[in-house]
């Protein structure tokens, strides 16, 4: 995994939970990379997710909700950082739909040796639709996250119902987004 998804991932962790308990996680994991990461560097799926269980013993989360919170804050960070993508879309709709082709292709162009999840979108209607994501690694709940914090960007609740699937060595979640009304 590229650095930056750590280096975000403390950075949420210090706004959320405060510097003393990102410091006592780091220091209670003691990560090969010694808790130092750089943006462009690339490190485990196994050092996030051991931080993550760590950080779920220390603040009585479960992992699924620190998750899914990393991954509302992710998205955030992306809006802050990459305005210029996210002007391009009236809603989270419309923004999801391009996850591949247009956000993961920006994604890739930074950070040429990422390994990104795979997004496949079919509209059902135009407040009905349904995600399948796949990735080698666990993390759907991420993604989860991030959908969620679209809709907050573009002022929408989105109820989102979530299947998981095991495929190969593949981790398949379909996801069921739904646009309820204001």
């Known amino acids: 995994m590229k650095g930056i998804v750590f280096t975000e991932f403390l950075g949420m962790v210090d706004d959320t939970f405060g510097p003393v308990v990102t410091d006592s996680v780091v220091s209670d994991v003691d990560p090969p990379s010694g808790g130092v990461y750089m943006t462009l560097g690339t490190y485990s799926c196994e050092e996030l997710i051991a931080l993550l269980h760590t950080l779920e013993q220390r603040v009585g989360m479960t992992m699924p909700a620190l998750l899914r919170t990393y991954g509302r804050h992710l998205f955030g960070r992306f809006v802050v950082h990459h305005p210029e993508l996210i002007q391009r879309y009236y809603d989270s709709f419309s923004m999801l739909e391009r996850l591949d082709d247009t ?12 390994e990104l999840p795979r997004f496949t979108c079919r509209r059902e209607s135009p407040d009905h639709m349904i995600m ?3 990735s080698l690694r666990p993390l759907a709940d991420l993604a989860q996250g991030m959908m969620e914090g679209c809709g907050q960007h573009f002022g929408e609740v989105l109820a989102i119902e979530r299947t998981d699937h095991q495929d190969d060595k593949l981790n398949v979640s379909t996801f069921r987004l739904r646009r309820l009304p204001m």
């Open 103 to 114: 956000i993961h292709k920006e994604v890739r162009r930074h950070y040429p040796d990422s």
């Open 132 to 134: 399948v994501y796949s």
